[in-house]
């Protein structure tokens, strides 16, 4: 590909490529002839095709400047890969109007206030190259920037749009990229520095990035992972270990660490993205710089950081340094390090959303590039395409309803130090996992769900029959194994319906336990959902099947959101409060 189809191409910097039309005032982005474009009518437009350069339009951002004219460059020509180079622009004298131009209405200018409009509705770096063939070869550059892993089941193969999803970001401490052999341990082989799980709600009402800490001691189950030569090879598990250890120990890949996740949390990770020390100086260099505020003076000698009290607008070297800092906060642990870096993501977000971002071609396209040099994926989201799709739905959510929150957790008595390393708190985490697996926000909003459950909580409250009335037949269909005995068990020992049977396993997994009824068994239904506390959306109208007996019943199928005999499914109405939990559009000062 040609130096304009990659959007950047040695020194050339992808804000050069934005030249001004003095034809309509609008800029164009010059890219390689091999896009299929077409050129911008006018006497301009017909030297661009002698030259064999292809301009794409777009509307110029208020207030952004670009090259004022552009001329070939010596002995190249744009078409061969050569470069335009900007020259000064000349004045004209009137030319007769063409022809083939006579009789056309003249180009309708549009407001800056519209020209900023068609800039920030995409919201995302990727999205403003996002359109015609010149979009597709820059999404093809991108992509060749990102690195994947394949680790297999723990991933998803794809990415659906109308789900909520879990994204497992996570941050290393290897000494890769120019300039990091100073940071981390040396010579380790990438555990898990930073870890959050990223939810973001089906209807794209709020988000919630839990931070899991590094330091928390856990169960790492046993990893298959794919092998240079394509073979698998099970990495065993390990108990009472530190949660960075389930990446990088003993060969285990961020598959190890989606299973990990998994094993703590009960959710499920759907994909993963890696980054290392790069990728921190790299995006707050794209950006121009992320603010952020100290309540005192820090000068760290381990991290280097150098910060007056007050606010500061840091990148680089000097981010990547405040967010590696833990002995300037609180207690020095890495818990209130923890706090820090949420609230610097909180910042970047910010920045990265802000007019002064999108508005500006130079930083969009410079964001573009070091998201996706930073990144490492898996299999399933590893197209440009795919990574601008999620920025879109990310875009949906409001700042003020992004939550960040940590795993709530107890110094670990068995070290008998305090802060060393922490265990899960038994009796406050469940209720945080259930609220992000029951989609539930840790904001107040108002979300589109909401009618849809009142209603179906209505039609539990309807008429019903009694547990007497209730025959069910059980099928495993992706809960631990033994689930559907043990339901049977509570179902006829302490919640009185006799007339349930164990019918094996089911002939494919579900993710949501389900009640498959009859019109006429509706109250039957009904009834065993509030037996179960199942949510409205388990029960299934469909048809009946018979039982041992040749009696109709209804077909209860266990899913793996199964959480045990005579638990209830119900996802909480509102999640629990959470120590130093925040939101992405607040401003706080380290401390």
């Known amino acids: 590909m040609d130096a304009q189809g990659r959007g950047r191409a040695g020194d050339i910097d992808p804000a050069d490529q934005w030249v001004l039309n003095p034809d309509t005032g609008e800029y164009e982005l010059r890219l390689g002839s091999s896009a299929p474009q077409s050129p911008v009518p006018g006497p301009r437009a017909a030297r661009a095709r002698n030259s064999g350069t ?22 190249g020509d744009a078409g061969d890969g050569g470069t335009e180079i900007p020259g000064p622009r000349r004045r004209r004298s009137p030319e007769p109007e063409p022809a083939a131009r006579r009789g056309r209405r003249p180009v309708k200018k549009k407001s800056k206030a519209k020209k900023v409009l068609a800039w920030t509705a995409g919201g995302t770096a990727l999205l403003l190259v996002a359109a015609g063939g010149a979009g597709y070869l820059y999404l093809k550059h991108l992509e ?11 991933a998803k193969n794809g990415f659906a749009k109308d789900e909520a999803f879990n994204i497992l970001i996570i941050g290393t ?3 890769t990229g120019k300039g990091n052999a100073g940071y981390g341990d040396q010579g380790s082989v990438g555990h898990a520095d930073t870890n959050i799980l990223l939810h973001v709600a089906k209807d794209r009402s709020n988000a919630t990035a839990l931070s899991i800490p590094r330091d928390l001691i856990v169960d790492v189950p046993d990893c298959p992972t794919k092998q240079p030569d394509g073979t698998t090879k099970v990495v065993p598990g390990t108990e009472n270990t530190r949660f960075n250890t389930s990446l990088g120990q003993e060969g285990r890949d961020a598959g190890c660490t989606m299973r990990t996740v998994q094993a703590i949390t009960g959710i499920a990770p759907d994909h993963f993205m890696m980054v290392d020390f790069n990728a921190v100086k790299t995006l707050t260099t794209a950006v121009g710089g992320v603010d952020v505020c100290v309540a005192h003076a820090v000068n760290d000698k381990d991290s280097h950081l150098n910060l007056p009290a007050g606010k500061s607008t840091i990148e680089g070297e000097q981010a990547l340094a405040f967010v ?10 890495d818990l209130d390090r923890i706090k820090v870096q949420q609230q610097f993501m909180g910042s970047l977000m910010r920045q990265m959303s802000s007019g002064d971002t999108l508005t500006n071609p130079a930083k969009v396209l410079d964001l573009a590039e070091a998201a996706t040099k930073a990144l490492t994926v898996d299999q399933g989201i590893k197209s440009a395409g795919t990574l601008k799709d999620i920025a879109l739905e990310l875009k949906r959510v409001p700042p003020k309803n992004i939550s960040f929150v940590t795993v709530p957790v107890l110094d670990n008595p068995a070290d008998g130090v305090v802060h060393k390393t922490v265990i899960v708190n038994p009796n406050a985490a469940p209720a945080v996992f259930d609220a992000i697996k029951g989609d539930v926000s840790f904001t107040e909003v108002k979300r589109e769900q909401r009618a849809a459950k009142d209603a179906a909580a209505a039609r539990l409250k309807g008429s019903r029959s009694g547990p007497a009335d209730v025959r069910v037949r059980i099928l ?14 509570w179902l006829q020992n302490s919640a009185g319906v006799l007339k349930s049977e164990n019918a094996g396993n089911a002939p494919a997994p579900l993710e949501k336990t389900t009640v498959e009824y009859a019109p006429d068994q509706a109250p039957q239904a009904r009834e065993l959902a509030a037996l179960m506390g199942l949510p409205g ?23 793996k959101d199964f959480k045990g005999a005579g638990v209830s499914l119900t996802a909480p109405s509102k999640a629990p409060k959470v120590d130093s939990q925040s939101t992405a559009d607040q401003v706080k000062c380290a401390s």
């Not at 777009?58 to 002995?75: I, K």
């Not at 060749?144 to 723990?154: E, K, M, P, Q």
């Not at 800092?325 to 642990?333: A, E, F, L, V």
């Not at 299934?540 to 041992?548: E, L, R």
């Open 537 to 559: 959306s388990a029960l299934k109208p469909g048809a009946s099947v018979t039982n041992s007996q040749g009696l109709p019943a209804m077909t209860l199928t266990l899913g």
């Open 476 to 489: 495993n269909g992706g809960a631990p194994a033994g689930s559907a005995q043990a339901e049977l068990n």
């Open 324 to 333: 590696r800092t833990r002995h300037s906060w609180g207690n020095q642990g």
């Open 144 to 154: 060749g920037n990102l690195s994947s892993t394949d680790v297999g089941s723990a």
């Open 54 to 75: 292809t301009r794409v339009r777009t509307e110029a951002p208020a207030g952004a400047r670009g090259p004022r004219g552009a001329r070939p460059a010596p002995g």
């Open 173 to 175: 401490d290897k000494r």
